[in-house]
Structures are given as structure tokens and as C-alpha cells.
């Protein structure tokens, strides 16, 4: 293998739940107006629907909590309450980085023997400072912060790199963004499940059929299976 990328959010990092509980005090601050079930429901069609206008990350989030907000309320969400959605959302941004376990020592030993690089989505500022704020960066030869995960993307960056598929390797929590893209244009992957995946990252078990990856339990397995490379699949 010449390079191994790995996923940030909740593969190297604990992220989403700080995401889940912004969201819940979302519904709290709003429950005067509307009940949690149809607030969750709108919450995600605004999400999905801004993607494509402003991407993955906090500042996407907050702008689609306020969006929300207006439009469950009718209008009538008070300046003041906005205010307090927009300070609620500022968790998301500077909260501390509770590495997972294993992270570090199993980054700390595949640097020595291969080139490692950080592949994530998400607003550039956001997921640099995580990056940042990890202590991890030197450990990563290589940072690419894209828009979306698809086959397109790997291929442009294996491209830039002049990295053949069958010598990558991607690590990651997310089967429809970080193992599924890559098995499909001859990479290989990782997958080590987090025990909250947001609903967007979900994919039907049909779209696995047929499909050959490992999966972990925990970052600590690595070093175990790296010590023969063969079982990566």
C-alpha cells in the first residue's frame, strides 16, 4: 500500500454526539411551538436540502437549525430565541477533541512505516481546526477536506497523488462515504462502526452484496492486522 487515508469524524474523533445534543436542546428550546417528532423530521429534510448550498459541517447545521426554526414557527421564533439557537450551535465548533480509543498509538506506528493522509468532508475552517485541535496533524503526510465522498473524488485524489486503487487503503465509519466509493473503484477499505451514525449515512444492506472489506470493532485492531497485511481485504 502507498497510502492510507482516514476518515476524522468519529473515526479518529468523537463528533456526532455533540451534534445529537445541540439538536436535542434545539427541541427543548422550540417545544413550545412544535413536538420533537415533526421538529426532527422538518430538522433533517433542511439538512439534506442545504447540503448542496453549504455543505457538511457546523456552520451548515446552525444555518439549517435557524431555518427550521422560522419555518416550523411560521415566523414567529423571536429574535432573541434565534440568538440562543446561534449560541447553542457554537458548541459545534470549538468543543473539545475527545480522541477515540487506540487513535493515537495506532497512528503513532503505521506513520513510521506508510505515507497516512486525513480524508474528510466538511467546511475547510471547521475541519481544519479539529484537525488542529487533535494534536494529530503531525502524524498525517497529507490533509484533503472535500465537499462530498463519492467515486469521483477518490479517483481525483488518488490521481493527484499518482496512487494506483489497489495501493489505497481508506479507514473509516461510514459505509456510504468511506467504504462503499472505495471498494467500487478497486480500493481497499476499513470499516470500524461508531456508535452513532447520522440517518444521512446510512445505506440499505442490499448495496452491500457482494461487496469485500474488513471491519473492526476498534481502532486498537489495526495493529493486529497490519502485522499481515494479506487480511486486508
Excluded at 202 to 207: K, P, R, S, V
Aim: one cysteine or more.
Amino acid at each position: 500500500m502507498k497510502l492510507i487515508a482516514f476518515d476524522a469524524d468519529d473515526t479518529l474523533w468523537v463528533n456526532e454526539p455533540t451534534y445529537v445534543d445541540v439538536k436535542k436542546k434545539l427541541c427543548e428550546l422550540l417545544s413550545r411551538y412544535v413536538d420533537r417528532d415533526t421538529l426532527t423530521e422538518q430538522f433533517y429534510d433542511a439538512q439534506i436540502k442545504n447540503l448542496h448550498v453549504f455543505g457538511y459541517g457546523a456552520k451548515s447545521f446552525i444555518l439549517s437549525m435557524i431555518e427550521t426554526a422560522i419555518e416550523l414557527t411560521n415566523g414567529a421564533i423571536t429574535g432573541a430565541e434565534i440568538q440562543e439557537i446561534i449560541n447553542i450551535g457554537r458548541a459545534l465548533i470549538d468543543f473539545p477533541i475527545d480522541l477515540l480509543d487506540g487513535v493515537r498509538d495506532v497512528l503513532e506506528v503505521l506513520a513510521k512505516e506508510f505515507d497516512l493522509m486525513v480524508l474528510t468532508k466538511g467546511d475547510l475552517v471547521d475541519q481544519e481546526s479539529k484537525i488542529a485541535r487533535s494534536g494529530l496533524a503531525p502524524y498525517f503526510k497529507y490533509v484533503e477536506i472535500v465537499s462530498e465522498k463519492n467515486e469521483q473524488t477518490y479517483l481525483h485524489i488518488l490521481q493527484k497523488y499518482q496512487v494506483q486503487p489497489a495501493d489505497f487503503l481508506m479507514i473509516g465509519n461510514s459505509l456510504k462515504s468511506d467504504i462503499l466509493p472505495v471498494i467500487n473503484i478497486g480500493g481497499r477499505a476499513i470499516h470500524i462502526p461508531y456508535e452513532v451514525t447520522w440517518a444521512h449515512e446510512h445505506i440499505a444492506d442490499e448495496q452491500l452484496a457482494g461487496k469485500s472489506f474488513t471491519t473492526l470493532t476498534g481502532m486498537s485492531e489495526l495493529l493486529g492486522l497490519f502485522s499481515n497485511l494479506n487480511e486486508v481485504v
